[in-house]
């Protein structure tokens, strides 16, 4: 039985951090399954700074962990001011930013994405400021949890089992997402799946 002749959506939670090219990819991937599948999609943060803290990282990305701060600071602060309905449309217009037009260091990526959504302006602040760390851990720590174990991004939740991924590049649009959710949902719901991996052949691909 595939998803779509589910009775009730399937209840997928996703967990994100803005400067994950990866998870971008994987959100878009679900963003296409809704279209064609009974989903109840909630899209959650995590970080990749609270991930590597305290651990022996490579030099070249010790600088990246202090830049990953910024965004999902002003997510946790958006949610907080408007509430939970804006991570995904602040998610997407500051990743879009970020990967699809290449402006990773690009500073004013975070003040386009709040006036593109007419968010106040001053929600940018909260990209310098430790304010929101508590709950940006707690969500982070959620991901954690639903999958059972130490974990990076992305993380998917089927009907609150979680796993890493779906890592995926390019992003399958329209019946083809629909299609690997379908698998994917085959999968999760096997008593006794853990994993499924193999080495990624090419960098990620940004439509």
């Not at 089927?158 to 590049?169: D, K, M, T």
Request: include cysteine; aromatic fraction near 8%; charged fraction near 25%.
């Amino acid at each position: 039985m595939s998803a779509a002749s589910q009775d009730t959506p399937i209840v997928v939670d996703m967990w994100f951090d803005p400067m994950c090219p990866w998870a971008w990819l994987t959100s878009r991937w679900i963003l296409e399954a809704v279209k064609v599948r009974d989903i109840d999609l909630r899209f959650h943060i995590m970080s990749l700074a609270v991930l590597n803290e305290g651990k022996d990282i490579p030099s070249e990305y010790v600088d990246m962990m202090s830049k990953v701060w910024g965004p999902v600071r002003v997510v946790a602060a958006a949610q907080a001011r408007v509430g939970v309905e804006i991570t995904e449309p602040l998610y997407t217009a500051i990743s879009r930013r970020i990967f699809v037009d290449n402006r990773r260091d690009d500073p004013t990526v975070i003040v386009e994405a709040l006036a593109e959504l007419n968010l106040p302006a001053d929600l940018a602040d909260a990209g310098s400021s430790k304010e929101f760390d508590d709950a940006i851990r707690a969500s982070h720590q959620a991901s954690q949890d639903a999958a059972a174990m130490e974990i990076g991004t992305p993380v998917m939740a089927i009907n609150g089992i979680g796993y890493f991924g779906p890592v995926i590049s390019p992003t399958p649009k329209g019946e083809a997402a629909g299609r690997l959710f379908d698998g994917i949902v085959l999968l999760s719901g096997s008593e006794g799946f853990y994993e499924i991996k193999r080495a990624r052949t090419q960098p990620p691909a940004f439509d």
